[in-house]
């Protein structure tokens, strides 16, 4: 219990000590960019970010923010003074101007725009009273007027109240104008908006290039009514990840989008960092081609399941399986089914029964207690030690009676302690029905065949010694393939394929 509490102890620690690394990294390097971007002290820099908890705030979205604002023609001071404006994202930034900008506003000071949201909720009428929409002007009309197709400006309702609150009028011709432009119902379009609440406040001007962008990549009216998100996206997102990322991997990145829609949404520098930590992890190009929705997900989140895989036995023995990064994208699902499968004593956890979408196929497995391998990841897995063809190793390893009974990470021991001991690949490939036997079996039976009066062991060739471990495992079992089983126990369910 002491050894407990001690382990407990330290690992807060190393957390606490983690934490102070980052607080302290963090904050130098945001310290600098407001030193250099607004011209105060680094003192006072450090202090600020301290007061409005920026340290946690990432330096390249930081830097976005102030260019943005400086861009605007907002001075130093007002910047600093308007704290929520370094907060926020940048994008939200970007696009909040835009929407009030659109619904009339005429003096966006720093002010207004880091208290968007909540002037976007005030009375149209209250917000002529204090001069930031001008008394004359239509607030409807004037988000129209930002409407590029004509034939849909005809058609749009402009005669809202003063006496309304400007976030409604707002929300009231976007709904107007997504049934025109997507020819979807009121029913429709207000399910989307209820889902998909960060559209509602959009700038009408990002929306239809969004729109534009979408039906580019293939997208029908349909489709993104479905996927209503893609409104609230990034249009520099998109273009850029199209025009610098597009083969990426050698992929098709506009097929990619069309087939996981959430990619159009994913900054190009989340995608750079996550193509870096798989290569970091030598993950092919080609294993990444077939799971390309493994790059709408945060850096962070792949680089820690990746190292969580890496430290799991089970796991890490489908690293080079085409469609491992399966494991990655649904990890979650894959560990949960894992250890229900090891506290149920299945050790055959192949790539196919972790991540597969069909739930009865993987309950079937679990019911009926088929502690057996697919017999395409068997052969992935060979095909990637030996560079064999899957048609000659089916042929090879299938003459065992067993073959599919084994976990690929005991296999994977029994193969390299065989390197170890210097046994060529050509070798192990010959005799390949010895990595279904069990590391002490195989160790048991080098040894006796080291140690045996009846051979000399230099003598023999590698094929030779391989044939008579096999011989030693087997004899007492009578030759029938029990020999790979442990402790001489053999499962009920012995079927050959699932």
């Known amino acids: 219990m002491l050894r407990f509490y001690f382990i407990l102890e330290n690992r807060f620690k190393n957390i606490k000590q983690y934490k102070t690394l980052c607080y302290n990294t963090n904050t130098n390097v945001n310290s600098q960019i407001l030193t250099d971007l607004l011209g105060i002290s680094h003192k006072e820099a450090k202090l600020y970010i301290d007061k409005y908890k920026l340290f946690n705030k990432d330096g390249e979205l930081l830097t976005q923010n102030i260019r943005i604002c400086q861009s605007i023609g907002y001075r130093n001071k007002d910047i600093l003074n308007s704290r929520s404006l370094l907060s926020v994202h940048p994008t939200e930034l970007e696009q909040h101007y835009k929407a009030l900008e659109e619904g009339g506003f005429s003096n966006i000071t720093a002010h207004v725009l880091a208290k968007a949201r909540t002037f976007m909720r005030r009375l149209i009428m209250e917000l002529k009273g204090i001069n930031l929409i001008p008394y004359s002007l239509n607030v409807s009309e004037n988000l129209v007027s930002f409407i590029e197709d004509k034939n849909i400006v005809t058609r749009m309702k402009t005669d809202y109240s003063d006496e309304i609150l400007w976030k409604d009028v707002h929300l009231a011709v976007l709904k107007n104008y997504l049934m025109l432009r997507l020819d979807g119902t009121e029913e429709e379009i207000e399910k989307l908006l209820r889902i998909h609440t960060f559209v509602r406040n959009k700038s009408f001007r990002v929306i239809q290039k969004n729109i534009k962008i979408a039906e580019e990549l293939g997208f029908g009216a349909r489709k993104i009514i479905k996927h209503g998100y893609l409104l609230a996206n990034c249009p520099s997102y998109t273009e850029t990840t199209l025009r610098d990322l597009g083969d990426l991997a050698g992929m098709n990145m506009r097929q990619a989008m069309w087939q996981y829609p ?237």
């Open 262 to 498: 959430k990619l159009i949404m994913t900054p190009p520098r989340n995608i750079i960092k996550i193509y870096g930590i798989l290569k970091e992890f030598d993950i092919s190009d080609e294993i990444i081609r077939k799971q390309p929705n493994v790059f709408h997900m945060s850096p962070e989140t792949v680089k820690l399941r990746l190292q969580e895989i890496e430290k799991c036995p089970d796991m890490k023995i489908l690293f080079q399986h085409p469609k491992f990064l399966a494991l990655v994208v649904h990890h979650n699902r894959a560990k949960t089914r894992l250890d229900f499968l090891q506290q149920s004593q299945l050790r055959c956890a192949t790539l196919s029964i972790l991540k597969t979408n069909v739930r009865y196929e993987y309950e079937e497995y679990v019911k009926e207690g088929k502690d057996v391998n697919k017999v395409s990841d068997l052969l992935h897995y060979l095909e990637r030690l030996f560079s064999i063809t899957r048609h000659e190793l089916k042929k090879k390893i299938s003459r065992h009676p067993y073959y599919l009974q084994v976990p690929l990470k005991d296999m994977q021991t029994t193969y390299d302690y065989l390197l170890m001991n210097r046994f060529s690949k050509e070798s192990i490939y010959k005799i390949v029905y010895i990595l279904l036997y069990p590391i002490d079996k195989v160790e048991k039976a080098h040894d006796e065949l080291r140690n045996s009066s009846n051979y000399n062991y230099k003598s023999l060739s590698q094929i030779n010694k391989l044939n008579l471990m096999l011989y030693f495992m087997e004899k007492e079992y009578h030759f029938t393939g029990n020999g790979i089983w442990k402790n001489d126990k053999k499962p009920e369910y012995t079927e050959k394929s699932i």
